[in-house]
């Protein structure tokens, strides 16, 4: 007799997921409770290296100039020149989200229809990756049961989206559990002996390396959302590495357990109340609503200069006010638009 499964009708947008009105918790951002220091010393060096690489090819290509442009006069004048050149740690992070996009579109493609991609099509550093996930394909030749499966917890209030659920051999998977003592582990093993094939929870990362605090917690939140809903648990769970030089893709077998994932969604539910209890943040939400409020009631645009009396605002600088329609502008809230003016964002377009 078939499971028969449950699917809540959670409205799922890049941004966040929401179940009868109600925003859920995402599982990549509650993953992102760990990992803090491998995140923290990972992304000062790649920050740092971003920096003066920039730095280097703005001054270089003046210099090579043949209007001898001159160089930047200050540091913030270089900053700007970097920024004009799309030359930031922002502006290579969101590179990195496109060529994603492009890696996990090939591997959905892939899993759905069995069409495999002409690398002709794709320039590096995306053909690596695309390369690297065939090569890994070949290698273990999976048997796709799922792709981009979208998982909610009513119980627990969190939602997200991994790539594929599949079977693979068992006896493949064994040496990547080398050492390994989680119930994982064991299963795979097991298997492995019967001559079987494992039920596999596997997302893509398109990243320089795993991290095991953050990337396996949010493995074992995908499966236990699955299991909630009606979904056969899997046998194990992995993280599909891909890599820039087309050398097959890494799979990463996690050893993380349900319980990690639910300690890590309390902490940040505590982290969140700390947070939001700060009369700081009680005062910068406020400003922040009315901003939304007016964008909504002024949809032509708003400057922030005409902003600054405003008794609601408590005193705010135009610059102040410019920098918060900034912060919404980055969460889709509002738009720049010309002449100086703030427009409603795309997020509070569809609302």
């Not at 010393?41 to 270089?60: K, L, Q």
């Not at 998977?173 to 039920?199: G, M, N």
Request: with cysteine; hydrophobic share 40%; charged share 30%.
């Amino acid at each position: 007799m078939a499971t028969t499964i449950n699917r809540p009708e959670t409205e799922f947008t890049p941004h966040e997921y929401t179940l009868k009105g109600e925003k859920l918790y995402g599982i990549s951002t509650v993953s992102h409770v760990g990992g803090a220091e491998d995140d923290f010393g990972v992304g000062s060096a790649w920050g740092f290296r971003i920096g003066y690489e920039g730095a280097w090819d703005v001054i270089a290509k003046r210099l090579e100039s043949d209007f001898g442009e001159p160089l930047p006069p200050t540091k913030d004048a270089l900053r700007e020149a970097l920024k004009d050149a799309k030359l930031t740690p922002w502006d290579t992070r969101d590179e990195a989200a496109e060529r994603g996009t492009w890696v996990h579109d090939v591997l959905e493609e892939l899993a759905q229809h069995g069409d495999v991609p002409d690398l002709d099509r794709y320039v590096n550093p995306v053909r690596g990756h695309v390369l690297s996930i065939l090569r890994w394909y070949t290698i273990y030749q999976p048997l796709f049961v799922a792709t981009e499966v979208q998982v909610t917890s009513e119980a627990h209030h969190f939602a997200g989206r991994y790539d594929i659920r599949c079977l693979m051999k068992a006896s493949q998977l064994v040496p990547l559990f080398d050492k390994h003592t989680s119930p994982q582990a064991e299963r795979i093993r097991t298997l492995a002996e019967l001559d079987d094939k494992a039920l596999s929870l596997v997302d893509l990362k398109t990243s320089k390396k795993v991290i095991p605090t953050k990337h396996f917690v949010q493995l074992s939140g995908y499966d236990l959302a699955g299991v909630e809903m009606g979904f056969d648990p899997t046998d194990a769970q992995f993280i599909l590495l891909s890599h820039e030089d087309g050398s097959p893709a890494t799979l990463a077998a996690s050893w993380s357990q349900p319980g990690d994932f639910l300690a890590y969604l309390e902490a940040l539910k505590v982290m969140r109340r700390i947070k939001d209890e700060d009369p700081e943040n009680r005062l910068k939400r406020n400003h922040e609503d009315w901003l939304i409020a007016l964008l909504k009631a002024n949809p032509k645009g708003l400057r922030s200069r005409d902003l600054v009396d405003d008794p609601k605002l408590d005193g705010m600088t135009s610059k102040e006010i410019g920098s918060m329609f900034g912060s919404l502008a980055r969460r889709d809230l509002a738009a720049k638009g010309k002449y100086g003016l703030w427009l409603p964002g795309r997020r509070l377009a569809r609302a």
